[in-house]
């Protein structure tokens, strides 16, 4: 992979250049976007339900710790599909395209959360030190939804509404993540379950370090690692499988 | 010294009677027990070796394995049996222009392509100023891509292309594209790339540039390999095989 390092870099280039439309102003609107969202659910839970500032904060981190799950699953889908010259007629490893796709989510990413920094810091009147934790930690979620990226992505060319399913199951796991409620409320026999899922033990991380100013756990660090871990096995196991047929499927 | 060892390569497609690709369709498949597909050896047992510096020409009626070959050679299809070794570094022309953008300009499309094929930023860099020289397109370096007219789009991928600089060129009929100027041109940097020892292994029905390209060649039908041999001759053997047909 490492002699298609250029290649990974140009394909991640212009799939933000399409993405910004090439402009500074288009950069500028995909930022507003995620910062509006977040700053009206600030307005309406901190002002019209009267939560406490803290839970307010803590939904803002949420928010963009999921966009990143979100966006990069979802637009991991069409990477296979949708550049389908680049499978059919010339060689090159087919991960790339997923990578490139997941670099360039992780990249918007970034930009959301360095937004997010000096709101963090009008609100809470600081910044945890701890936030310098944060690359690591992201690093990680990299990892995991790279690996998910793999296994949606060849999935889809031979499912061509996985798409449909995969916006449900989006939205069912929206519901079951720890962001437009605290964990508190989570009652004691479920919660178990409920930490099964990986997007919860990503975003406790994230308010952990950015917000309560803890480090995160061992233990909770090798669960999150883990999760990619096993992600990023089981999907370039499954893509390398399916991608031998990639061209004559598509 | 080999640039390509072929060996024994059969490749089998599966032609579902009834398509099925989404889930839904698969489980309502399943209800209905509609498995039934036909198999299709595009490719039996196919054994050959393209020598170091060699033009290898490929001809055979439509659907005789020309393209799958073709494909599985530049490691886009997988075959089911059997192996394949590419010494050097191997381009594939199975179209061209591939991975081109429309919203972006020449000159980013120009790296992009470029490094599909495998060159590096540096390289690219030497021969950029010759790329659009050659494409006679410099004056629209910073145009975008979907302005351009078919022919400057054609122009700006083959002048790429030429500049991958690989050991084995892998070519499909991209060439025969565009107008008598054009295709001229295609023909001298094909005979130049021969000239300088490179590896071409080249399918087309346009028989009269297999003659003049490749010395040796090899006639498909229906996924084997007829005859193999002098040019002129496997020529020879598929006019007589198409008079046989009427």
């Not at chain 2, 039996?44 to 073709?70: C, M, P, Q, Y």
């Not at chain 2, 996924?223 to 598929?238: A, F, H, L, P, Q």
């Amino acid at each position: 992979m490492w002699q298609y390092r250029e290649l990974v870099w140009n394909l991640t280039a212009t799939d933000l250049k399409n993405r910004y439309q090439n402009t500074a102003l288009g950069f500028f609107w995909s930022l507003l976007s995620p910062l509006l969202l977040a700053l009206v659910l600030y307005f309406i839970f901190r002002h019209l339900w009267g939560r406490e500032l803290d839970f307010a904060i803590n939904l803002l981190v949420g928010i963009m710790a999921w966009r990143f799950f979100a966006n990069g699953t979802s637009s991991s889908l069409r990477t296979i599909v949708g550049k389908a010259s680049l499978v059919t007629r010339v060689y090159i490893p087919r991960q790339i395209l997923v990578l490139s796709n997941t670099l360039a989510n992780i990249i918007s990413s970034l930009l959301e959360f360095i937004v997010l920094l000096p709101i963090l810091f009008v609100l809470l009147g600081y910044l945890p030190v701890t936030v310098l934790m944060f690359p690591l930690i992201h690093l990680i979620y990299f990892w995991f939804i790279y690996g998910a990226g793999l296994l949606l992505s060849s999935l889809f060319v031979y499912f061509r509404d996985l798409n449909q399913i995969w916006q449900v199951v989006t939205q069912v796991l929206f519901f079951c993540s720890p962001i437009i409620y605290p964990l508190s409320m989570i009652p004691d026999y479920l919660m178990p379950y409920y930490l099964l899922n990986p997007v919860t033990q990503f975003i406790i991380m994230y308010r952990d370090v950015m917000v309560a100013g803890n480090l995160p756990s061992l233990f909770s660090t090798a669960v999150v690692i883990s999760f990619a871990i096993a992600a990023y096995l089981v999907g370039s196991l499954v893509f390398s499988k399916l991608q031998r047929r990639f061209a004559e499927e598509i | 010294m080999s640039a390509i060892i072929v060996d024994n390569i059969s490749k089998k497609f599966r032609i579902p009677h009834e398509k099925k690709n989404t889930v839904f369709q698969n489980i309502v498949g399943l209800i209905k027990r509609q498995f039934d597909y036909e198999e299709l050896w595009a490719l039996k047992d196919v054994s050959f070796e393209v020598n170091k510096g060699e033009a290898l020409g490929i001809i055979g009626r439509n659907g005789s394995g020309k393209s799958t070959l073709l494909k599985i050679m530049a490691r886009v299809l997988y075959p089911n049996s059997g192996s394949i070794s590419l010494n050097g570094k191997v381009a594939s022309f199975l179209q061209l222009g591939v991975g081109f953008q429309p919203e972006l300009t020449a000159k980013e499309n120009v790296y992009i392509y470029s490094s599909i094929l495998g060159l590096r930023r540096k390289q690219v860099d030497r021969v950029y100023d010759d790329i659009l020289d050659f494409a006679e397109l410099k004056k629209f370096e910073n145009m975008k891509l979907k302005n351009f007219s078919s022919g400057m789009n054609l122009r700006l991928a083959f002048s790429t292309a030429i500049h991958a600089v690989p050991d084995t060129l892998l070519i499909d009929e991209v060439f025969a594209v565009g107008d008598e100027a054009f295709r001229k041109k295609c023909q001298d940097k094909m005979s130049q790339f021969k000239t300088e020892g490179k590896t071409i292994v080249f399918v087309s029905h346009a028989l009269e540039s297999v003659k003049e390209l490749c010395q040796r060649s090899m006639l498909l039908n229906e996924g084997r390999i007829v005859t193999m041999g002098d040019t002129e001759k496997v020529i020879n053997d598929y006019r007589a095989m198409l008079q046989g047909h009427q």
